[in-house]
Nanobody
Framework: QVRLVESGGGLVQAGGSLRLSCAAS????????MGWYRQAPGKQRELAAR???????NYDDSVKGRFTISRDNAKNTVYLQMNSLKPEDTAVYYC???????????????WGHGTQVTVSS
């Protein structure tokens, strides 16, 4: 089994910073892509930032210049440093990863349970 466990959410004032972490664990052979999506109240889940399966990075335009995604491959962990936070960044942030499990020939997409980020004005 594979688990994605997020941490680092919380309440912060506008202009503040938070750092999210997501650790993947289980019978992992390889991680093809990994990143962060977010879902604000009443809205669809959308990409915030991710590493693609080619190792490139995608950011949503709304977070470019403020958010930085990074990873520690040895720990199967991805981070999201969020600076200059705005009230519109308020959302549940979900970790997402495309993982090939040991003994399997097809990779699957996994989601974490989400961590709440609230930015007050």
């Amino acid at each position: 089994q594979v688990r994605l466990v997020e941490s680092g959410g919380g309440l912060v004032q506008a202009g503040g910073s938070l750092r999210l972490s997501c650790a993947a664990s289980g019978s992992i052979c390889s991680i093809n892509a990994m990143g962060w999506y977010r879902q604000a109240p009443g809205k669809q889940r959308e990409l915030a930032a991710r590493f693609t399966d080619r190792g490139t990075i995608n950011y949503d335009d709304s977070v470019k210049g403020r958010f930085t995604i990074s990873r520690d491959n040895a720990k199967n962990t991805v981070y999201l440093q969020m600076n200059s936070l705005k009230p519109e960044d308020t959302a549940v942030y979900y970790c997402n990863a495309n993982i090939l499990r040991s003994g399997f020939s097809v990779s699957l997409t996994y989601w974490g349970h989400g961590t709440q980020v609230t930015v007050s004005s």
